[in-house]
């Protein structure tokens, strides 16, 4: 498994060029992408700028050598590689296994270009298999709770290592809903977009149009 993760990776930073705002993306995947962009900034002399996902992003790619910026420090960002944790035949996508949908979210949002890089363990025909994560403010978030508990969406909470509720880099909670099969992501993305104390959801609907996947044939790309 993390032998695919590992040529994905190398696979997407192919696209990286030197002169770029890249958007760095957060989880075991993307890490890999990380990596082989430090080396090329140590051994190849590729001048790219790096945006962030998240804080353990930040912490890899300053140990790399990668120059950083944030979001707001950029006009734009050239390309933006990331894993996800499940994937549509439409490549509608679930994100937020790793606690930073908020900030990967916007990063993508900003981003002339969008890949995501998995194995192909998280392709499937609808999305549901994977939790959707909702990150929400801690004021009022158990009543945030109940409504999803009555939408019947199986509602949990993100805990830590200590039992304790997960607290984002961007200080937020995070409830995961346990979906079964959702046969229509973009309804239930709008129906999260409108409800109070819902910050960002993990829904990532029509966002990419390339997927570069590994799996037991070698790499390979989706396009749309």
Known sequence: MENLKKQVGIK??????????????????????VEELGRRVAEEQLEITGVTTSSVTSEQAK????????????????LTVDGAD????????????GAALLMEKIVATYS???IWIV???????????FKVPVEVIPYGSEQLFKEFERAAYAPTWRLNEEGEK??????????????AKIENPQKLADELDLMVGVVEHGLFN??????????SDGVKIISQ
Not at 86 to 97: A, F, M, P, V
Request: aromatic share 6%; hydrophobic share 45%.
């Open 206 to 215: 029509d966002m990419v149009k390339k997927v570069i996947v590994a799996g």
């Open 119 to 129: 194995d192909e363990s998280k392709l499937s025909e609808n999305l549901g298999s």
């Open 112 to 114: 002339k270009d969008y």
């Open 63 to 78: 140990a790399l050598g990668i120059p950083l910026a944030s979001i707001d420090e950029v006009d734009y960002v050239d």
């Open 166 to 179: 997960l607290i984002t880099d961007m200080q937020h909670f995070i409830i995961d809903l346990h979906i």
């Open 12 to 33: 997407a930073a192919e696209f990286v060029k030197s002169g770029m705002v890249v958007g760095l993306g957060t989880g075991s995947t993307a890490a890999y992408f």
């Open 86 to 97: 499940e994937i549509d035949s439409h490549l509608n996508g679930i994100k937020g296994g």
